[in-house]
């Protein structure tokens, strides 16, 4: 099977990748917690209230590659970027990996993992996760060149060089209206 044979392959993944994400985001909720107060204060500035109230984050050694990405790779066996990860958010609930990030580097990578829920509520989980898999397949399987990825790096970046703090919300929204 192809995963770029059309519309409704790729909706059927979507799906099925939509459904694992929801279902990992309530196998780790109940051992998350909430933002803690540092974090908070360096996020707050950027991200709505609304946004980082429903955050939770688990601190797990290490995290292996996602489920609908191992599924391709063995359909078309491809050499898959995603030895390790340092960080991941399923909805609204976030997992970081302790191996990989040092303490000064959480901040920066909670941030990062913010941008990723305001990418979900404005697409929704479904829509998120098409739009995800359709940039990962259409830029030849590079994790680097993944849009979502690419605009939280962006914003990432901005927050880690001490930027003015902008509104995360409306820098998405902005993004998200440009149809990719
Ligand atoms: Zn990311």
């Not at 107060?37 to 980082?52: I, N, S």
């Not at 340092?86 to 990578?109: H, K, M, R, Y």
């Not at 996760?129 to 901005?158: K, N, P």
């Amino acid at each position: 099977m192809g995963v770029t044979d059309g519309v409704v392959q790729s909706r059927w993944l979507a799906r099925r990748a939509a459904a694992w994400v929801a279902r990992q985001r309530d196998a780790h909720r109940p051992f998350a917690q909430p933002l803690d107060g540092q974090m908070k204060a360096r996020l707050e500035p950027y991200f709505d209230a609304r946004t980082l109230a429903p955050v939770r984050v688990r601190e797990v050694p290490r995290i292996d590659p996602p489920w609908p990405l191992a599924m391709i790779d063995r359909v078309r066996e491809l050499p898959l970027d995603f030895d390790y990860l340092w960080g991941i958010t399923f909805v609204d609930t976030i997992l970081v990996a302790t191996d990989a990030v040092s303490e000064e580097e959480q901040i920066p990578n909670v941030f990062h993992e913010c941008v990723h829920v305001v990418q979900y509520t404005h697409l929704g989980l479904v829509g998120f996760m098409r739009r995800y898999l359709e940039e990962w397949v259409t830029s030849g399987y590079s994790y680097w060149s993944i849009g979502l990825e690419r605009h939280a790096f962006d914003l990432q970046r901005r927050f880690s060089d001490g930027a003015a703090p902008f509104p995360v919300e409306a820098e998405v929204n902005a993004r998200l209206a440009v149809p990719f």
